[in-house]
């Protein structure tokens, strides 16, 4: 993680072009799947729905370039859930999404909530290992429809109990 970085945790709907590219970028992959993601569908103006409703992105920079991007809102049960995680294609592996979890992470504990939780497809093993080395643990299964129609399998995570 060289250069200069920083994380916006309240990018607001300015923000919105930058992260729709971010996230078409990291979510493109899931069309070879099969199963493409209904990132795919959100559009700026969608976004900015989203924003306006209370949803709000979080970017991370790295000398002035978006490198990942989320979008979070606080659940019912006292919870901060993210969700849309993105890291451009050329960026991975570098530790940007460790970076924004633990940035969220923080956040939820300033802001008085009990951490964070998430959903993954199911059929990510890379991604449920990812966020289970930050702290997280699968606390319940499920299915989702997705934006696009699908009907996905999907695992809820979250803050692992601290004891």
Not at 132 to 149: D, I, Q, Y
């Amino acid at each position: 993680m060289n250069g200069r970085v920083t994380i916006d945790l309240d990018a607001g709907a300015a923000a919105a072009p930058e992260v729709i590219a971010v996230m078409h970028a990291a979510f493109t992959e899931y069309a070879r799947t099969g199963q493409p993601s209904g990132a795919m569908t959100e559009t700026v103006e969608s976004l900015r729905g989203e924003v306006a409703a209370g949803t709000r992105l979080a970017l991370v920079r790295r000398d002035g370039v978006v490198v990942a991007s989320a979008k979070h809102e606080r659940t019912d049960d006292g919870a901060l859930y993210f969700g849309r995680l993105a890291v451009i294609p050329e960026a991975r592996g570098q530790g940007w999404a460790g970076a924004l979890v633990r940035a969220l992470r923080e956040h939820a504990h300033a802001s008085g909530l009990a951490g964070l939780t998430c959903l993954v497809r199911a059929d990510e093993p890379g991604n449920i290992a990812l966020y289970e080395r930050l702290g997280m643990v699968v606390s319940g299964r499920g299915e989702r429809a997705s934006r696009t129609g699908a009907i996905l399998a999907v695992v809820e995570m979250r803050d692992a109990p601290v004891h």
